[in-house]
C-alpha cells in the first residue's frame, strides 16, 4: 500500500512538473476584452502566441463603434506579456451576412503597457480594433483594493463615454 501511494505522490509530482515547467517565458494571466472603434462587426476574434499557438482565448460579438463598440470580458487565461509578440485572428462581417462571407484577418502585433504582480490587482488585456483592419493590444491592472483606481489607460467606451480613439493613442 506504501508503494503504491509513494508511486502516485511520485507521478503526482512528475505531472505538476511538467505543467510548471510549460509556462511560456514572458507570459501573464489576464482578463481579455475588446474594444472596436470601427464599423465592422467582429463576431469573434482569438489570440495566438508569436509561434502561432492558441492561448485558449479571444471574445466574441464585439460591437460596432456606433453600437457602443464593446465585447464581453473573457477571463482568463495565459497571454503575451508586454513586449511580447502575439496574433490576433479576426472575422468581420456583417449580422445578416453568413459566417462564410465574412472576411478573415491574422496579424502580428507586439503588445503594450504593464502588467501587476500584486495578488490584489487584475491584470487586462485590451484588443482594439480600428478602421482599415488594425488591431492592437495593451495590457493594464486595476487594483481590486477599495480604495483602487480604475486604469487611466482604460477606454473611454467602457465609461458609455463615444470618445474616438487612434491606434497607439
Not at 87 to 106: A, H, L, M, N, Q
Not at 142 to 169: A, C, F, H, N, T
Request: glycine residues 10%; proline residues 5%; aromatic residues 8%.
Amino acid at each position: 500500500m506504501r508503494r503504491i501511494a509513494f508511486l502516485l505522490l511520485c507521478v503526482g509530482a512528475c505531472l505538476l512538473c511538467g505543467c510548471a515547467s510549460t509556462r511560456p517565458s514572458g507570459h501573464v494571466t489576464a482578463s481579455v476584452s475588446a474594444v472596436n472603434y470601427s464599423e465592422d462587426y467582429v463576431p469573434r476574434f482569438s489570440i495566438l502566441t508569436a509561434s502561432g499557438e492558441p492561448t485558449g482565448i479571444g471574445g466574441v460579438q464585439v460591437q460596432e463603434f456606433s453600437k457602443g463598440g464593446l465585447s464581453r470580458d473573457e477571463c482568463c487565461a495565459l497571454v503575451p506579456g508586454a513586449g511580447q509578440t502575439m496574433i490576433v485572428e479576426w472575422r468581420v462581417g456583417r449580422r445578416e451576412d453568413s459566417e462564410r462571407e465574412w472576411g478573415k484577418f491574422r496579424k502580428s502585433i507586439v503588445v503594450r503597457g504593464e502588467t501587476s504582480s500584486d495578488p490584489k490587482s487584475m491584470n487586462y488585456l485590451v484588443v482594439r480594433f480600428f478602421p482599415g483592419h488594425e488591431v492592437e493590444a495593451e495590457l493594464m491592472w486595476e487594483s481590486m483594493r477599495p480604495d483602487g483606481e480604475p486604469s487611466p489607460r482604460l477606454d473611454q467606451l467602457y465609461y458609455g463615454r463615444r470618445v474616438m480613439r487612434k491606434i497607439g493613442d
